[in-house]
């Protein structure tokens, strides 16, 4: 399994940027699919972007056009490029490996998870 350790959460204005970055170890990261999945207050946690190995990208609707999901598997990390936040996108972000053929979108999906870095967007 990859061990994924995220960084780069904050406060932020509405409208303001941050950028997320997600550590992983392991000399198979190339191999694994990569997702950000964030969890607000007394909510689930949803899925919000997915890289595969093959760097395809899907996002969720809430936040397509705005979050841009990138990888670079030299120095085995995942990112999430957040323009024009929102107060409703606060929330602990967390980043996710899959391994596998298929692409996951749910939680169950993904067995590697990192410790979440918290994003908060004041408005």
């Known amino acids: 399994q990859v061990q994924l350790v995220e960084s780069g959460g904050g406060l932020v204005q509405a409208g303001g940027s941050l950028r997320l970055s997600c550590a992983a170890s392991?000399?198979?990261?190339?191999?694994?699919?990569l997702g950000w999945f964030r969890q607000a207050p007394g909510k689930e946690r949803e899925f919000i972007a997915v890289i595969t190995w093959s760097r395809l990208t899907y996002y969720s609707h809430s936040v397509k056009g705005r979050f841009t999901i990138s990888r670079d598997n030299a120095k085995n990390t995942v990112y999430l490029q957040m323009n024009s936040l929102k107060p409703e996108d606060t929330a602990v972000y967390y980043c996710?490996?899959?391994?596998?053929?298929?692409?996951?979108?749910?939680?169950?999906?993904?067995?590697?998870w990192g410790q979440g870095t918290q994003v908060t967007v004041s408005s």
């Open positions: 392991g000399h198979t990261f190339s191999s694994y699919h």
């Open positions: 996710a490996a899959r391994w596998g053929s298929s692409i996951g979108y749910e939680v169950a999906d993904f067995g590697s």
